[in-house]
């Protein structure tokens, strides 16, 4: 029983055409789903998935589908602990020249207090 598209998307035509397709582990060709601009690349895949899944619980024949938001996501997660690590060694290097707990703990906090005050004040500046 063939899937219509229509049955689990919406197409739009565009400016741009994307030729050709991905093509699957078993050499068919597969289509190819792109996330608009604007819209979260892990949340669009885990919904595409999701489907994807539903589907395939109702027609096991079809191929397993591929997604490259795993790397994305393990990208965030990467960031976060990169981020975490360079304050616990900025937060000790301050502890090393300061000597002095009380004034490294005052330096710690300003700075990410700041930052985020900053970013709130040019946030809302360019909010119409």
């Known amino acids: ?15 741009q055409r994307v030729t050709g397709s991905p093509a699957s582990t078993t050499g068919r060709h597969a289509p190819g789903v792109y996330k608009q601009s604007g819209q979260n690349t892990v949340n669009v895949a885990e919904a595409v998935l999701k489907e994807i899944a539903e589907i395939q619980r109702t027609s096991p024949d079809r191929d397993p589908p591929t997604s490259n938001s795993a790397s994305t996501s393990g990208g965030h997660q990467q960031r976060r602990l990169v981020g975490h690590v360079g304050s616990v060694l900025a937060i000790m290097a301050l502890l090393v020249f300061l000597v002095n707990f009380r004034s490294t703990l005052v330096v710690a906090l300003s700075i990410p207090i700041s930052l985020i005050g900053t970013i709130a004040l040019i946030y809302f500046a360019a909010s119409p």
């Open 1 to 15: 029983m063939p899937i219509q598209l229509k049955e689990i998307a919406s197409v739009d035509d565009t400016f």
